[in-house]
């Protein structure tokens, strides 16, 4: 990996976490902090068909967890520097072996502690929808790009297939969350800290208002789906507005 990232000073000074509830709730080890290597090598992929055979870029994972993902995005992505971007301290040090370059920051308090245009990509995965406030976590990531910069973004589709099934039943879609503290009324079980969910259609709108261009949203499948149906949630990806998971690149104008 090559190239450096400007810090301002105290980068690496305690930053503000969320609310005392889910700052607990994320600390604890048992909370999924993955999503799968399939979503992660799909999207290394596109950003590196984004960035167009260049190397050298610095490409910054904010919410990069333990790890996991960069690891697994870090083969397609070989040539750039890549940064870990966590506010929790434990995953840090779990993301530090598998990364190396890693940085405590959190979105929604204070600001990343990275420089004014210092990114010519982010890797935002799985992320904006466990955010209180989505609006000024995208204001920092428009922030740390440079113009033209790419935003390599993923999250739960609340209009995928499965979904829409279950609406219909009357049963609490997937992704979704009434509690921090148990499963009510939807399919499966684990508690993931899901606060808000977006379809396809307010995604692309949200990204636009919020400074970014030439959006393109493309479908992912779920790792979550059980066996008998991935088949059919991988062919949903062909219909972005129905996969799991929406896959969004957009440029910061």
Known sequence: ????????????????????????????????????????????????????????????????????????????????????VDWSQDALRRARPRMGSVVRGELEHG??????????????????????????????????????????????????????ALLLAGVQPVFSEVSLRGIHGRPGSEVVGHLRLYTARALRSFLTASGFEDVKITGAPFHGVPRPLRLVDRAACAVPGAASILLAHARRR
């Open 1 to 84: 990996m090559t190239g450096t990232v400007p810090l301002p000073p105290g980068a690496d000074a305690p930053v503000s976490a969320p609310p005392p509830g889910l700052r607990d709730f994320y600390e604890n080890p048992a909370v999924p902090v993955a999503s799968g290597d399939g979503r992660s090598r799909r999207q290394a992929r596109l950003l590196a068909a984004a960035l167009g055979g260049r190397t050298g870029q610095v490409i910054v994972d904010v919410g990069c967890g333990d790890g996991t993902a960069a690891a697994t995005a870090a083969p397609i992505l070989t040539g750039h520097r890549l940064i870990g």
């Open 111 to 164: 600001g990343l502690p990275l420089a004014d245009g210092c990114a010519d990509a982010v890797l935002f995965s799985e992320i904006l929808e466990h955010l209180v406030d989505p609006d000024q976590a995208l204001d920092e990531l428009r922030r740390i790009l440079k113009p033209g910069g790419h935003l390599m973004l993923s999250t739960p589709n609340l209009a995928a297939w499965y979904n829409r």
